[in-house]
């Protein structure tokens, strides 16, 4: 059905998507290339919320380089959308364009499109083709895909150990246990998330910044603080807004007069508060998932990147919060210490939870892991 050309277009076209990867949340990463006689007239990607689309960004790069664009095909990595949000409907532009084909690597899970949006073209007398390198434009677009899907983000929780599962000596020294090249590469994936989120264990340990360093890119996420008993230090970086994004704090069943207090002091330095107690015990914790269910729902976010420590990843993990791992192990054996996380003791090994692995790469000296949770345990896994 696709030819070596078809390929090397989408390849293209997610190649263009990439650039995308920092600037277009809560929208998805899309690229388009539009070919007209074997060559490529036009390359666009999606720009920051309210501005254009790749479809837009494409027929204007053709327009600009004087190309006639009727009768072209755009590759695209996902559906062209159909309906008025911010911007006006893609379809329409392609439609007006004259465009004669149109290939796109998969369907718009949000329901807004889901597939209408190819039926605008087909109806239209546009040749419609969708399927080409469909994994790797999911792969690209994992947490909107699954916001779409289940109104839930996409959580990765990133974590850095030694070969023997160490993430902290019992001192509490845990800087640092992976290389600089480990530590830049996970600023990579800190910035191509909505929010990065931690617990206020790690905030009194290691008081970090948890913004985006040493990375080009013109967005900081949002830093997420889950912090049951609202405990934060005045001076903690994480409220420093000159050094990262917009940071919100989730607590728990908080003293009502502590929890006046500390909303005055904190609205003054900019930061949300939002209460979610976990109504199903009597501890005071925060609901992870219903702050997850928020971070999708109010502020729409598609990937939540978790850094915290060894109580709350065994929380996240236990309360079936996350989606992924990624595991950065050091080539070194640190013995007694914090492991990966705080989970229950088992009887039997059938009560294992099942991870997939995605890719193994190495990463200067250590070894980066990318697992997914099993189709076994979590039947909304993006496949």
């Known amino acids: ?10 390849s293209l076209a997610l190649a263009e998507a990439k650039k995308a990867l920092f600037i277009s949340n809560p ?3 899309v690229g388009c290339v539009l070919v007209k006689n074997n060559e490529v007239i036009g390359l666009g990607h999606t720009q920051a919320v309210g501005s254009h689309h790749a479809e837009i960004q494409a027929l204007e790069d053709a327009r600009k380089k004087g190309f006639d664009i ?5 590759y695209v990595t996902l559906e062209p959308c159909c309906h008025h949000g911010r911007t ?20 718009d899970p949000n329901p807004l499109v889901a597939g ?7 109806q239209a007398g546009i040749d419609v083709r969708c399927g080409l390198l469909e994994k790797e434009s999911t792969e690209l677009n994992i947490g909107f895909i699954h916001r779409m899907r289940t109104g839930m983000p996409w959580v990765r ?24 090249d480990a530590r830049h590469d996970g600023h990579h994936w800190r910035a191509r998330a909505c ?20 990375i080009d890119t013109p967005r900081q996420p949002i830093r997420v603080l889950i912090d049951s008993f609202l405990e934060v230090p005045a001076d903690s970086k994480i409220l420093d807004e000159s050094l990262g994004g917009h940071t919100i704090i989730f607590c728990g069943a908080v003293e009502p007069a502590h929890l006046s207090k500390m909303e005055k002091t904190l609205k003054a330095k900019n930061i949300s508060v939002v209460q979610l107690p976990d109504l199903s015990n009597d501890k005071g914790k925060v609901d992870l998932q219903a702050v997850l269910k928020h971070l999708a729902e109010k502020l729409h976010i598609n990937e939540v990147h978790v850094e915290a420590g060894f109580k709350l990843n065994g929380s996240l993990l236990r309360e079936n919060c996350v989606n992924e791992l990624l595991l950065y192990m050091a080539p070194t054996l640190l013995g007694p210490g914090a492991g990966l996380a705080n989970l229950p003791e088992l009887t039997n090994l059938d009560q294992t939870t099942r991870w997939e692995f995605v ?6 000296d250590d070894l980066r892991l990318r697992l997914y949770l099993s189709s076994q345990k979590n039947p909304q896994k993006v496949d």
Do not use: F
């Open 1 to 10: 059905m696709y030819s070596t050309q078809d390929h090397t277009y989408m």
């Open 27 to 29: 929208n998805p990463r």
């Open 70 to 74: 009727a009768g072209a095909t755009a």
């Open 88 to 107: 006006p409907p893609c379809t329409d532009s392609l439609i007006n364009a004259k465009i004669a084909k149109v290939i796109a690597a998969m369907e």
């Open 116 to 122: 209408k949006g190819l039926e605008t073209l087909r």
């Open 157 to 180: 929780m990133k974590i850095a150990a030694s070969l023997d599962g160490t993430t902290a000596l019992n001192n509490g020294v845990s800087q640092w246990i992976t290389s600089a």
């Open 195 to 214: 929010c990065v989120l931690t617990g206020i264990g790690t905030v009194k340990e290691d008081n970090p910044q948890m913004n985006v360093r040493g």
């Open 359 to 364: 890719d193994q790469t190495l990463v200067g």
